[in-house]
T-cell receptor, first 114, second 114 residues
Framework: DSGVTQTPKHLITATGQRVTLRCSPR?????VYWYQQSLDQGLQFLIQ???????AKGNILERFSAQQFPDLHSELNLSSLELGDSALYFC?????????????FGPGTRLTVL | DQQVKQNSPSLSVQEGRISILNCDYT??????FLWYKKYPAEGPTFLIS?????DKNEDGRFTVFLNKSAKHLSLHIVPSQPGDSAVYFC?????????????FGGGTRLMVKP
């Protein structure tokens, strides 16, 4: 158990809909990262928040947005969903916001868009 | 452009023998490398890391070697155990002020046969 929690574990929805994925980082970690793993692919970095502020952005679609709240939990919002958005979405957390350091991953949310 | 590549999608070894997983990278700005292990339906679990100022790091049965001139790293597992069967991802990060997102390889599925 990494200490990172994600809800829900599974999500099934239809094209055009909007969903929210939630992540609670490990106690004491200030950075939260979101990654997407599509079928047969590695993990792709989406976005990072550090202590409530956006710190770095990867290949995140404009239809996707995220935020980190004062209690440090984070939400990833996915809107106007398409079939290709079906994937595993992982949240990770770390103490540091820059430089090098291990990230600890949650169990993921499996999103299926029908 | 894949900056981190794991060219072997799968590897099968006998229990008790050595497992060697390989990873190549192209971005010379990467200065920290990590290996993660992933079981089905779980998030990636951090295994071992190495800084670019070192060429070897060891932790129990796991050793990571880094060859900066070749932009190559490898993970050695000795002796391999059936419980090591999982997908292994190498990842890299570059120190910068924007954050420390990880760039992942595509993964190698390791199967350790009893």
């Amino acid at each position: 158990d990494s200490g990172v929690t994600q809800t829900p574990k599974h999500l099934i929805t239809a094209t055009g809909q909007r969903v929210t994925l939630r992540c609670s980082p490990r106690s004491g970690d200030l950075s939260v990262y979101w990654y997407q793993q599509s079928l047969d692919q590695g993990l792709q970095f989406l976005i990072q928040y550090y202590n409530g502020e956006e710190r770095a952005k990867g290949n995140i679609l404009e239809r996707f947005s995220a935020q980190q709240f004062p209690d440090l939990h984070s939400e990833l919002n996915l809107s106007s969903l398409e079939l290709g958005d079906s994937a595993l979405y992982f949240c990770a957390s770390s103490v540091v916001g820059t430089g090098s350091g291990e990230q600890f991953f949650g169990p993921g949310t499996r999103l299926t868009v029908l | 452009d894949q900056q981190v590549k794991q060219n072997s999608p799968s590897l099968s070894v006998q229990e008790g023998r050595i497992s060697i997983l390989n990873c190549d990278y192209t971005n010379s700005m990467f200065d920290y490398f990590l290996w993660y292990k992933k079981y089905p339906a779980e998030g990636p679990t951090f295994l071992i890391s190495i800084s670019s100022i070192k060429d070897k790091n060891e932790d129990g049965r796991f050793t990571v070697f880094l060859n900066k001139s070749a932009k190559h790293l490898s993970l050695h597992i000795v002796p391999s155990q059936p419980g090591d069967s999982a997908v292994y991802f190498c990842a890299a990060s570059a120190y910068n002020n924007a954050g420390n997102m990880l760039t992942f390889g595509g993964g190698t599925r390791l199967m350790v046969k009893p």
